[in-house]
């Protein structure tokens, strides 16, 4: 158990006990109670009582059910609650744009109790009659329910990593070839399937060994002697081992961890598919040199770009996390993150980098303690005796301002000045025409203060689509502007698409690969935004943070 499987546990408490309009004071006090926990550092798992009952928002109450929830995994209370509610209505917490209040007038007054019949009920145009909802709150629950039901089988790249390690970890005990392929050797931001390549003589062997472990499931009509297929039985997520002959497994482990486009490019009249099945290599880089081209890295794999960007560049020349010099785009208790800015700070300088860009929220982010005029100094005088006792390592004076309806950034000038740098970020009021999408996001680059775009569409991957833009006017705005372009390393966003590199590059616009950590861990996340960086062709020399301390600052001091 983590603090994280607790919070979970009292947040749904605080959610079921609004749902069911429970004592107001005991659920304000529960939602404070959950913000103050989310982002404390202390180990709630170990902690006694009495030092639980001491912490920020707590109390007795709250912390005799963290005692609880250690104890059993949850409390009496939530047990009591959810035997009370269908479970269909505890899925609807995951419908953006309605809180607990709208899925009880729901509930309640049409006698809906699950996703589906929300869905049709909205096609229907009965959720638009009931109070206080309309047309534009039917459409966002009708748009949310569809979105989440074309990716219910999907998972971001972080989560099929791990499910795939779980499964390469228990099939290299028993067999010496084993490889994870397909979208996530390929590191695409999403994984639809999680596919394993195995090569052994003898399938059947590695069939029984799969069909051993309970959390998967198969479906033996899609399978055959060659093809385990299935699913990970608890998340319902497909699973595909494959089987091949151990003299064939370089072979077959290159032609599924490439895109079909990509097997489909021709050279001297024959694909690459049609080489990768005519003889057995030993290595991929061996088919490659068959084909007397550049050896293409597997992220690159995806037929569209990768030919003509190896007969330019070489592979040497991508980004690497050990090519990046700083971390831009951070947050410390000052906003809503979970560590001080002195162990933010000191975490990055100990991990070997140089500097340290730290982007609290802006004042406009009040839902994330964002920062007061008053607040902004009292950040740059800790800033000033941190880099005094850091040094050489430096703390970089930066926000994340966020960038209001009308475009403009949400501090004057005279406060926008005294930072070293500004990510300007779109938060609210994400439900945009690209028409007004697009008036704010250029407005906002053209302002002078701007130095980086942060996630430029939005997207929280898998849960919220992006608001539209036209990417190609954004990028040409940047490269007019002088403004980097954030690669948003979390893999919930993963926000400037890949596939937007080039042109970015073509536009000569750097692009800075930022954690938007809210906690030291955080900075981790920086490798699947590397990732997808180099899956776009990102080369070392157009990435804003692998600039030095000092050539970033000297470029700062240009900037201003």
């Not at 089988?153 to 499964?167: C, H, V």
């Not at 033996?220 to 299935?230: D, H, I, L, N, T």
């Not at 893999?491 to 692009?511: F, G, H, S, T």
Request: with cysteine; aromatic share 8%; hydrophobic share 35%.
């Amino acid at each position: 158990m983590t603090n994280d499987d607790i919070v979970e546990v009292l947040e749904l408490s605080a959610k079921l006990l609004e749902l069911h309009d429970e004592n107001e004071f005991k659920i304000k006090n529960m939602n404070f109670a959950v913000r103050s926990l989310d982002k404390t550092t202390t180990d709630l798992v170990n902690l006694p009582l009495d030092q639980l009952s001491a912490l920020q928002g707590v109390g007795k109450s709250v912390a005799a059910k963290i005692i609880e929830i250690r104890t059993t995994g949850k409390t009496q209370e939530l047990a009591e609650l959810l035997e009370k509610t269908p479970e269909g209505v505890v899925e609807m917490f995951s419908i953006k744009g309605i809180g607990p209040k709208k899925i009880r007038t729901i509930w309640q007054e049409l006698n809906i109790t699950d996703t589906r019949e929300l869905l049709l009920a909205c096609e229907n145009g009965e959720v638009s009659k009931l109070k206080g909802f309309g047309d534009k709150i039917q459409e966002t629950i009708k748009q949310s329910i569809l979105y989440a039901q074309s990716n219910s089988d999907k998972l971001r790249m972080e989560k099929g990593e791990a499910l795939g390690q779980i499964l390469y970890d228990e099939l290299e005990k028993h067999f010496s070839q084993v490889e994870i392929v397909g979208d996530i050797r390929r590191k695409n931001e999403v994984v639809q399937t999680i596919q394993l390549m195995v090569g052994h003589d003898k399938p059947w062997e590695v069939q029984r060994t799969i069909n051993a472990l309970e959390y998967l499931q198969q479906n033996e009509k899609q399978s055959s002697p060659f093809a385990w297929r299935g699913l990970f039985s608890e998340k319902e997520i497909p699973v595909e081992i494959l089987i091949c002959k151990p003299e064939l497994f370089v072979n077959q482990r290159f032609i599924y961890s490439a895109n079909q486009k990509h097997l489909a490019h021709k050279i001297a009249g024959k694909s690459i598919y049609q080489v990768a099945t005519q003889q057995s290599f030993d290595s991929e880089e061996a088919i490659y040199e068959h084909l007397k081209i550049p050896y293409i890295i597997t992220e690159m794999r995806e037929g569209t770009f990768e030919f003509d960007w190896t007969s330019k560049h070489s592979n040497d020349e991508l980004v690497t996390w050990d090519s990046l010099k700083g971390i831009l785009h951070n947050h410390s208790t000052y906003s809503d993150g979970k560590h001080t800015l002195k162990e933010m700070a000191t975490y990055c300088r100990d991990l070997g980098f140089e500097y340290l860009g730290i982007a609290d929220h802006s004042k406009t982010a009040s839902y994330a303690g964002g920062l007061s005029e008053d607040r902004i100094f009292e950040q740059h005088v800790e800033i000033d005796k941190l880099n005094q006792e850091l040094a050489p390592f430096k703390v970089l004076k930066g926000i994340e301002s966020d960038i209001l309806g009308d475009g403009s950034l949400d501090y004057p000038d005279h406060i926008l000045k005294s930072f070293d740098y500004i990510v300007a970020s779109v938060h609210q009021n994400l439900k945009m025409t690209e028409e007004k999408a697009m008036s704010r996001l250029l407005k906002a680059i053209e302002n002078p203060y701007t130095t980086i775009l942060g996630h430029p569409t939005g997207r929280i991957l898998l849960s919220r689509a992006g608001y539209p833009i036209d990417h190609q006017k954004v990028i040409d705005a940047c490269a007019a502007n002088g403004v980097v372009i954030e690669i948003n390393a979390s893999p919930y966003r993963l926000d400037l698409d890949w596939r937007w590199i080039q042109y970015a590059l073509e536009k000569n616009v750097m692009l800075s690969i930022n954690p938007d950590a809210h906690e030291k861990d955080g900075y981790f996340d920086m490798h699947y935004g590397v990732a997808v960086a180099r899956k776009g062709g990102l080369t070392s020399n157009m990435t804003f943070n692998t600039l030095t301390l000092k050539e970033i600052e000297d470029y700062l001091q240009k900037r201003r």
